[in-house]
Every structure is written in C-alpha cells, then in structure tokens.
C-alpha cells in the first residue's frame, strides 16, 4: 500500500522558515511529479509548488523567489524549503505524488494526510 508521510510542519514567526519533507513508502514502479499544496480555511486547496521527474519546477506567484522545492529519488522523498514566511502562507500543507505502481499502470495521484503550517504575525 503507499503511503505519503509528511513531516515539519508547526508554529513560526512571520519571517521565518519551515523545511517540510514526504517520504513515498510502498511497492511502486516510479514517481512522476511531485509537488506541494495548500489550503487555508474558507478556501480551496491550490499549488505551492511542483517538481517533476527531470528535476523542472513551477510554484505560484505568491511563493516564488521565498520558497524552493527539491527531491531526492533515491529516498522517494519531496522536501519544500520555505523562507521569509508570511501570516498568509497558514494552512495545511498536503504532499502529491504522481505514481505509477507498475510498468503497466497508468499513473494516479496519491496525497499525504496534510502537516499544518501556521505563521505568526
């Protein structure tokens, strides 16, 4: 069965910094992208950033130049480094993974269970 176990979330002041991490555990084939996502109350969950199989990486506008994603395929493990934190970077942070469990399979989403991130002002 896989599994996406996420770890660092917690409690900063606004200008610091948080390092989260994903480990991908399980029988799988290969993974795809990865990336990170998140969703504050009242809204819907968007991406932070992504970072596909051949090392290229996207985040939102609101994020760039403060945060910086990286993985390492060796562990299956996706990290999001995250500088100069804001009040409004608070939410839950979720891990993705795009898997494909055997040669044969197609490749489908898998999602951590969500580490809370929460930036005081």
């Known amino acids: 069965q896989v599994q996406l176990v996420e770890s660092g979330g917690g409690l900063v002041q606004a200008g610091g910094s948080l390092r989260l991490s994903c480990a991908v555990s399980?029988?799988?084939?290969?993974?795809?992208?990865m990336g990170w996502y998140r969703q504050a109350p009242g809204k819907q969950r968007e991406l932070v950033a992504a970072?596909?199989?051949?090392?290229?990486?996207n985040y939102a506008d609101s994020v760039k130049g403060r945060f910086t994603i990286s993985r390492d395929n060796a562990k299956n493990t996706v990290y999001l480094q995250m500088y100069s934190l804001k009040p409004e970077d608070t939410a839950v942070y979720y891990c993705?993974?795009?898997?494909?469990?055997?040669?044969?399979?197609?490749?489908?989403?898998?999602w951590g269970q969500g580490t809370q991130v929460t930036v005081s002002s």
């Open positions: 993705n993974a795009v898997i494909d469990l055997t040669y044969y399979s197609g490749s489908d989403d898998y």
């Open positions: 970072i596909r199989s051949t090392g290229g990486t």
């Open positions: 399980g029988s799988i084939f290969s993974i795809n992208a």
